[in-house]
């Protein structure tokens, strides 16, 4: 069931009035109905994906009693967290990486001459999310054993946690330090609180249905063809895929943190305004943020961080950017992702300015950011839309290729759509978009801020014509990270 689906629009109404206006007596009542509609709606995907997060479920259930109970002994505590890790590993890997794994190992010994004449590789389908609630269960057992939370022994609201239908199937990832703990509370109707998060669930359709599905059709194009067209045309595809790729990935954080609202339950914010990054750091305190402090504090802290020397630390950054391209996808596409932002990383980090701009925003106490801070921002998107090269391709040979022809067929013409779209349109639109979220680049919860309520009811309702009128049948409207 995807957020932007009439289904959707259906089942968010009615599971919302039984559980604030039908089943709000008791907290459990309340779980079980949120854990029911969260297995529905993840079912109706292909039911047969339940038992993996039942299974994920269970299995990190017990781990997190089996630590506790063991606080003495931390042999037997290492063996649990183990238990926990290899499991969900197993689970990511076999469903996620086994064809990568065995294609690499058939080229592997092509390469030395020997075809390996019967493939290795199965007709697997990836779960949608599986790598969202992996990793989310095993933070909970991680939590556990560094001590930085209890286990809870209601199954009922760690299943409810795990299965949460807001954010299952892309994030944000959630630690049970800020949402287990409000399960395991009861809850209090908020009307302001709902309005809130409606407010939130329009505004990430609109980034979802008009920028992101807007411009689909259009990359598309300039990626399947971009043989057929000069460097002026490669560099506006991948342009247009840095401004589609946002759109769709933080115009579903928002629906999720929307949705989330209108059941009494607030979810981390997962996009900050990233394309107002003045570094690469700034970049990753913004992007996706429950992954890249996922990374920081389960994989990065525990390597010593930056607590140990220049050289390890860097080998540190290394590690968690290769590995965060290896989360997005089985394709070495991703790993040269990885290790394009890991180079761009670490002079901003041996310079010692990864965290200047941690809590700040640009042009913070004026209207207008200086000479500085534009050519940072610049330098910035243009650094982070040239990895995406990468992200986007097919295949490294793709992507080699797409580069290449960017820089030695150096031309420039008028990109035509077959279809005839405008790119004026498309140009305005951008614009129009990038200005406004400038306009609320202080507060990624509230878009519609203006005091006066006249100005709000003309946002509203452009919004929604802009929504209608962007509706296509013809465009996939799945998110793209539901295949990571």
């Known amino acids: 069931m995807l957020f932007n689906s009439l289904e959707y629009f259906i089942f968010l109404p009615v599971v919302f009035m039984l559980y604030w206006f039908v089943f709000n007596k008791r907290i459990n009542v309340q779980n079980l109905l949120v854990l029911l509609a969260s297995y529905f709606f993840y079912g109706l995907w292909d039911w047969r994906f339940l038992f993996l997060i039942m299974a994920s479920t269970i299995v990190d259930y017990m781990v997190g009693l089996a630590i506790h109970k063991n606080d003495t002994d931390r042999k037997k505590q290492k063996f649990w967290l183990w238990a926990s890790i290899i499991f969900n590993i197993s689970l990511l890997g076999f469903f996620k990486y086994y064809n990568f794994f065995a294609d690499s190992f058939m080229d592997m010994f092509q390469l030395f001459g020997y075809t390996i004449k019967s493939s290795w590789t199965l007709n697997i389908i990836l779960p949608v999310g599986i790598s969202f609630y992996t990793f989310q269960t095993m933070s909970y057992s991680l939590d556990i054993y560094y001590k930085r939370i209890e286990p809870t022994k209601n199954l009922l609201s760690f299943a409810t946690f795990?299965?949460?239908?807001?954010?299952?199937?892309?994030?944000?990832?959630e630690r049970a330090s800020n949402l287990l703990g409000q399960i395991t509370k009861k809850r209090v109707f908020s009307y302001d609180q709902t309005v809130e998060g409606i407010k939130l669930i329009l505004w990430g359709l609109f980034k979802k249905m008009v920028i992101a599905d807007g411009l689909a059709p259009i990359v598309d194009d300039i990626f399947a063809n971009y043989g057929m067209y000069p460097a002026s045309t490669l560099i506006l595809g991948v342009?247009?895929?840095?401004f589609q790729v946002y759109g769709d990935f933080s115009g579903y954080s928002d629906m999720a943190i929307g949705t989330a609202k209108m059941f009494g339950i607030e979810l981390m914010s997962n996009f900050k305004f990233p394309n107002f990054s003045r570094n690469?750091?700034?970049?990753?305190?913004?992007?996706h943020i429950s992954l890249s402090t996922w990374f920081r504090h389960y994989v990065y802290i525990p390597l010593g961080g930056s607590r140990v020397s220049k050289l390890l630390s860097v080998r540190n950054i290394c590690i968690i950017f290769l590995v965060s391209g290896f989360w997005h996808g089985a394709n070495w596409t991703f790993i040269f992702w990885g290790a394009f932002h890991a180079l761009a990383f670490i002079p901003v980090f041996l310079m010692g300015r990864n965290t200047i701009y941690k809590n700040s925003v640009v042009a913070e106490n004026t209207v207008l950011p200086t000479i500085k801070e534009l050519g940072q921002l610049i330098l910035t998107f243009s650094i982070v839309t040239f990895s995406r090269i990468f992200f986007r391709s097919e295949s490294l040979t793709d992507s080699f290729n797409y580069i290449s022809r960017i820089f030695l067929n150096f031309e420039y013409s008028e990109y035509r759509h077959p279809m005839g779209y405008r790119m004026i349109d498309y140009f305005v639109l951008i614009g129009v978009f990038v200005f406004y979220e400038y306009l609320i680049r202080r507060d990624e919860r509230n878009p519609f801020k203006f005091k006066n309520k006249y100005v709000r009811f003309v946002?509203?309702?452009l919004v929604i014509l802009l929504i209608l009128l962007?509706?296509?049948?013809?465009?996939d409207r799945s998110f793209i990270y539901f295949q990571f």
């Open 239 to 242: 342009t247009l895929f840095s």
């Open 162 to 173: 795990v299965a949460f239908f807001p954010q299952l199937v892309a994030g944000p990832i």
């Open 280 to 287: 690469v750091a700034e970049y990753w305190q913004r992007w």
């Open 470 to 475: 962007f509706y296509d049948d013809n465009v």
């Open 459 to 461: 946002l509203y309702s």
